[in-house]
């Protein structure tokens, strides 16, 4: 079974540019996470899909970010325009639904705002 | 509110110690989950052990142990007989809404010297 594919892996870009982060889950699995996590601080919840749908979106910064779904598959997370202070690991998740299930990471994008 | 205290930020250890990592958490509800992720220096995240909050049990596997105890609202992981390759940042997290997001600490950095 593939694990959770994100793409790029690396990304540095000119503050007022914009980003695009990339998160293929699980195959089959509805629910999909991004987290990130900021200069050595802790791990922080961005927002949760389910299916194509945005379940939970309390940890958008700003709306800068805009994350999408199309067709309950892979998703997108844009950054526009890009901060300095957006500099960090994004990271994406997926699950097939409660904890039972477990809650698979893929191995995060480094984003460099320079 | 919920929450998670990693306290230690940095522990270093000599190859062959026996080291003690500490999770302390907050919340109210009364079924939830804990976890314990690696972040070995390759960035992704790797999943070691889930609980729920029914399950007080401690648990061994192989040179990993933890200790869950509710009354101190601690999940505590040490590794005993520490090798190289346990060098990471090590995070403890909670899930408190099935399937939902979860919260992490701010990771312990932990060094094994030859």
């Known amino acids: 079974e593939a694990g959770v594919t994100q793409f790029p892996s690396h990304s540095v870009i000119e503050k007022g540019q914009t980003v695009t982060l990339r998160c293929d889950p699980i195959?089959?699995?509805?629910?999909l996470y991004w987290y990130r996590r900021v200069m050595g601080k802790e791990i922080k919840f961005l927002l949760h899909?389910?299916?194509?749908?945005?379940q939970d979106e309390s940890g958008m910064p700003n709306n800068r970010f805009l994350a999408e779904r199309t067709g309950g598959t892979y998703s997108t997370l844009k950054v526009q325009p890009a901060e300095l202070e957006d500099s960090g690991v994004y990271f994406c998740?997926?699950?097939?639904?409660?904890w039972g299930y477990g809650y698979t990471f893929g191995s995060g994008t480094r984003l460099t705002v320079v | 509110a919920q929450k998670v205290t990693q306290a230690q930020t940095e522990i270093s250890v000599v190859e062959k110690e026996d080291v003690t990592l500490d999770c302390v958490y907050e919340?109210?509800?009364?079924?939830?989950?804990l976890f314990w992720y690696k972040q070995p220096p390759s960035g992704e995240l790797v999943f070691l052990i889930r609980r729920n909050s029914f399950d007080e049990q401690n648990e061994i596997s192989g040179r990993y142990s933890w200790n869950f105890q509710k009354s101190t609202s601690s999940f505590n992981f040490t590794i005993t007989a520490s090798q190289v390759v346990d060098s990471a940042v090590y995070f403890c997290?909670?899930?408190?809404?099935?399937?939902?997001?979860?919260?992490f600490g701010q990771g312990t950095e932990l060094s094994v010297k030859p």
């Open positions: 919340t109210r509800d009364t079924t939830y989950y």
């Open positions: 899909f389910v299916k194509e749908s945005k």
């Open positions: 195959s089959g699995h509805d629910n």
């Open positions: 998740a997926s699950s097939q639904g409660g």
């Open positions: 997290a909670l899930g408190y809404n099935q399937g939902g997001k979860l919260i």
